[in-house]
C-alpha cells in the first residue's frame, strides 16, 4: 500500500571487511516517513530489514546485496508480500482489542506479529509459504487462544479470527463445599485451541472453548493447596465442569534439629511422586507449615533456599502417603546460632 515504515532497522554489512571480522554490521533507523541516512565506506554490502516487532511486518529481511560509491547513494526497497487480515471477534459477534496475533513459517524459522490489536489485524506474508496463525487475547479473558495452518497464498487474502466457542463454567472446590476463588484454570485443547481464566469469589471461572477434547488444569491461589488432578472433557455444548479436591490436610512445625527450636520465613515445596503436582509455602513466625493435598497418595517435602546467588534444595520428607488429616514436624540439621 506504499505506507512508510518507521522504526526499522537496517543493517549493513560488508562481506569483503567481515572476513575474520566480528562486527555485525553497521545499523540505521528509519524515520517516521520511512527514510534513513548512514555513512558507509564505498564497498558492496548485504543489507538486512528488521521492521519494528509486532508491527504486523516479518522480524526479518534479507534484502538484495548493494554497491554504494561516492559521493552518494540511493538504496530504496518496497516490501513485497501477500496481505492476510480480517477482522478479530469474541463471544456474539463483538470486536475483540488487546489481541496478539502471529504467523510462523512451519520450521519457525520467520515470524510476524502484530501486537494488541483492535478489532481487526493485518499481516504481510511472503507469497508461497505456508504459515501456522495464532491469536492471543488478553491474559486471564477466558476467550480462546487458537492456532491453525495457513496454505501458501497468492494474493490477499481475508482470514477473520473469532475468538469464541461454547461457554464452559468451570467450579472449583476444596471438599465438595468450599468455593476456591483467585485460581488459575485453564483448557488445553492439544494446540488447536486453549483458555484460562481465574476464579471468582464463587469458584467460578468461564471459559470459550471451541469443539474438541481438552485438558482441564487448575492451580489454586494459596500456594499451600496441591494443584488439581487434570480433567479430560469432550466439549460439545456449553455447561459446567465441576474440579474437587477432597482435601487431606496436613501441619505441622519446621524445627532444627539439635535444639527443636522453630525455624521461620523458611521456603518448604511439596511434590506428588510423578513431580506433576506441587505446592509451596513459607513457614510462619512460629516455623509452622500446611499442605492441602489428595488423600491416599504419597507426597514428598523438602526446604529451597538460595545461598550466595546458589539454589539449594534439602529433602526432608519423602513419599509420605497422606492418609488423613495429620500433624507432624520436620527437621533439619542447620547449625545452632
Known amino acids: ?6 522504526q526499522a532497522t537496517l543493517v549493513f554489512q560488508s562481506p569483503d571487511s567481515l572476513a575474520g571480522s566480528s562486527s ?12 534513513y541516512q548512514i555513512d558507509l565506506p564505498a564497498a558492496r554490502y548485504r543489507v538486512r530489514l528488521y521492521p519494528r516487532h509486532g508491527s504486523g511486518y516479518p522480524d526479518e529481511l534479507r534484502l538484495p546485496e548493494i554497491t554504494i560509491g561516492p559521493p552518494t547513494s540511493v538504496f530504496d526497497y518496497r516490501l513485497q508480500g501477500v496481505r492476510v487480515s480480517g477482522q478479530i471477534t469474541g463471544p456474539g459477534g463483538s470486536p475483540l482489542t488487546h489481541v496478539d496475533v502471529s504467523a510462523y513459517t ?35 479473558s477466558g476467550l480462546p487462544r487458537i492456532a491453525f495452518d ?17 461457554a464452559v463454567d468451570v467450579k472449583l472446590t476444596l471438599s465438595g463445599t468450599t468455593p476456591l476463588s483467585g485460581a488459575y484454570v485453564e483448557a488445553d ?36 493447596i496441591v494443584e488439581f488432578d487434570d480433567l479430560a472433557l469432550n466439549i460439545q455444548a456449553d455447561g459446567t465442569a465441576v474440579m474437587d479436591l477432597p482435601g487431606v490436610e496436613w501441619t505441622g512445625t519446621l524445627r532444627r534439629r539439635s535444639d527443636g527450636a522453630p525455624l521461620p520465613d523458611e521456603q518448604l ?20 507449615f500446611r499442605f492441602i493435598v489428595y488423600p491416599g497418595r504419597p507426597y ?38
Open 1 to 6: 500500500d506504499g505506507a512508510p515504515l518507521a
Open 24 to 35: 555485525l554490521g553497521t545499523y540505521a533507523t528509519t524515520d517516521p516517513s520511512g527514510r
Open 106 to 140: 512451519l520450521d519457525f524459522s520467520t515470524g510476524v506479529s502484530v501486537y494488541e490489536a483492535a478489532a481487526s489485524y493485518s499481516l504481510l506474508l511472503q507469497p508461497g509459504t505456508a504459515y501456522r496463525l495464532e491469536a492471543y487475547p488478553a491474559y486471564d
Open 150 to 166: 495457513v496454505p501458501p497464498l497468492a494474493a490477499d487474502t481475508t482470514i477473520d479470527l473469532n475468538l469464541s466457542g461454547y
Open 189 to 224: 485443547g492439544s494446540g488447536y485451541a486453549s483458555a484460562s481464566r481465574r476464579t471468582d469469589v464463587n469458584g467460578l471461572a468461564r471459559l470459550y472453548l471451541p469443539a474438541g477434547w481438552y485438558a482441564f488444569r487448575a492451580r489454586p491461589n494459596e500456594g499451600y
Open 269 to 288: 515445596r511439596l511434590a506428588s511422586v510423578s513431580q506433576r503436582q506441587t505446592a509451596s509455602m513459607t513457614t510462619d513466625v512460629n516455623g509452622a
Open 300 to 337: 514428598s517435602i523438602g526446604r529451597y533456599r538460595i545461598q550466595a546467588d546458589v539454589f539449594e534444595f534439602q529433602l526432608l520428607s519423602e513419599g509420605t502417603v497422606s492418609a488423613a488429616d495429620s500433624t507432624f514436624d520436620l527437621y533439619v540439621d542447620d547449625p545452632a546460632p
